[in-house]
């Protein structure tokens, strides 16, 4: 026999098998694919703060310039002093003026804390609030598959097209 051709075809074959045993390794790592059926986007509500700001007429009492209402006591004590000294004889007239001067004083300092009450200016100014409300945010991809025959679900974080890999019947998502 010819040695030189048993070897040959010896290591023909050898390249032959390891071809073969290659392809159907290949073939059977391959990986499958899932049927990608729907990939509908999630949505959530997500809090949102705004600032809601507008003009606004304010309205403020100016300060006093005799807060202790000293100029209409004493105004208002003297008015009823002499409307007090008029009024009836001896010492009636003298119960009537201390009587005149202490209401007069009194209805004087009234006068006056009306009178500054009533002093006052406005001006614009602009007021804002905090405002909370929502707004639609996507989280994600509800995605329904079909696997074996049997249709699925699954939260994704992408969407992942027509279809996902499949390796040892389970699928394969990236991170």
């Given at each position: 026999?010819?040695?030189p ?7 023909t ?5 390891t ?19 729907s ?21 403020y ?34 119960a ?15 006068i006056?804390n ?18 909370q ?5 996507q ?14 679900k699954?939260?994704m ?10 390796t ?8």
């Amino acid at each position: 026999m010819n040695t030189p051709l048993i070897v040959g075809g010896v290591v023909t074959g050898i390249v032959l098998a390891t071809a073969g045993a290659t392809a159907a390794y290949q073939y059977s790592t391959q990986p499958e694919y899932a049927e990608v059926l729907s990939a509908t986007p999630a949505m959530k509500s997500v809090p949102v703060s705004r600032q809601e700001c507008r003009d606004e007429v304010v309205t403020y009492k100016r300060d006093p310039k005799d807060p202790n209402k000293i100029f209409g006591t004493i105004a208002g004590a003297v008015v009823g002093g002499v409307i007090g000294n008029q009024i009836g004889g001896g010492s009636g007239k003298k119960a009537a003026t201390v009587g005149g001067t202490v209401a007069g004083g009194y209805a004087g300092n009234r006068i006056q804390n009306a009178m500054q009450d009533k002093d006052t200016y406005q001006t614009t100014e602009q007021i804002c609030k905090t405002v909370q409300s929502t707004k639609k945010q996507q989280a994600g991809y509800n995605v329904v598959y079909r696997l074996d025959g049997q249709e699925q679900k699954l939260h994704m974080d992408y969407d992942p097209g027509n279809r996902i890999p499949v390796t040892d019947g389970k699928l394969v998502l990236r991170e």
